[in-house]
């Protein structure tokens, strides 16, 4: 339970962290899908609620932002440990795995992520990627990229390559 609570404090501290950042939008995302559980509805009301939060922490928002960031983070945490409580050990374990990526997600230093990708499969000479593929050159090798809880990847037959995961050409 102690982890799961420290999971919950540190996923409520990636929603604050994340907002108004480059890794919103695939934080705001995951954590709807996450809460929605494929309820389009209950997902839609996620993402207003993320909204707010990001609203809520947007400069000059609030008169005093460190209080604000600190209400937001404890009232995310709280969510999080609400959600984890109510599942079953099996839906818990995938929650506990989702917001690991989440958290990923969220420490990701700008750049490319790809997160919980499918399987790259790649036959008779052929190239499958699923994931990140950046050029090299300048703006490649400045930006970061990472893969977290991607697919398998399978390559049949002279010359093909498949990857799950990031390739920098």
Same mark, same amino acid.
């Given at each position: 339970?102690?982890?799961?609570?420290?999971?919950?404090?540190?996923?409520?501290?990636?929603?604050?962290?994340?907002?108004?950042?480059?890794?919103?939008?695939?934080?705001?995302?995951?954590?709807?899908?996450?809460?929605?559980? +494929?309820?389009?509805?209950?997902? =839609? *009301?996620?993402?207003?609620?993320?909204?707010?939060? $990001?609203? @809520?922490? &947007? #400069? /000059?928002?609030?008169?005093?932002?460190?209080?604000?960031?600190?209400?937001?983070?404890?009232?995310?945490?709280?969510?999080?440990?609400?959600?984890?409580?109510?599942? +079953?050990?099996?839906?818990?374990? =995938? *929650?506990?795995?989702?917001?690991?990526?989440?958290? $990923?997600? @969220?420490? &990701? #230093? /700008?750049?490319?992520?790809?997160?919980?990708?499918?399987?790259?499969?790649?036959?008779?000479?052929?190239?499958?990627?699923?994931?990140?593929?950046?050029?090299?050159?300048?703006?490649?090798?400045?930006?970061? *990229?990472?893969?977290?809880?991607?697919?398998?990847?399978?390559?049949?037959? &002279?010359?093909?390559?498949?990857?799950?995961?990031?390739?920098?050409?």
């Amino acid at each position: 339970m102690e982890t799961l609570t420290a999971l919950a404090a540190a996923s409520g501290g990636a929603v604050v962290q994340a907002a108004g950042t480059d890794a919103w939008h695939a934080v705001r995302e995951r954590v709807a899908e996450l809460f929605g559980r +494929d309820d389009t509805e209950r997902g =839609r *009301a996620e993402l207003e609620r993320l909204d707010r939060t $990001a609203r @809520a922490l &947007a #400069p /000059g928002a609030a008169d005093d932002p460190e209080r604000e960031a600190l209400r937001q983070e404890g009232s995310w945490q709280g969510r999080f440990e609400s959600l984890l409580e109510s599942l +079953d050990a099996a839906a818990q374990e =995938r *929650a506990v795995r989702d917001l690991r990526a989440l958290l $990923a997600i @969220a420490a &990701a #230093p /700008g750049g490319d992520v790809a997160l919980a990708t499918g399987r790259a499969t790649a036959r008779d000479g052929g190239s499958a990627v699923t994931g990140v593929r950046r050029s090299g050159g300048p703006l490649g090798s400045e930006r970061g *990229a990472r893969a977290v809880d991607t697919g398998d990847a399978d390559a049949t037959g &002279a010359g093909s390559s498949a990857v799950s995961g990031v390739v920098t050409e």
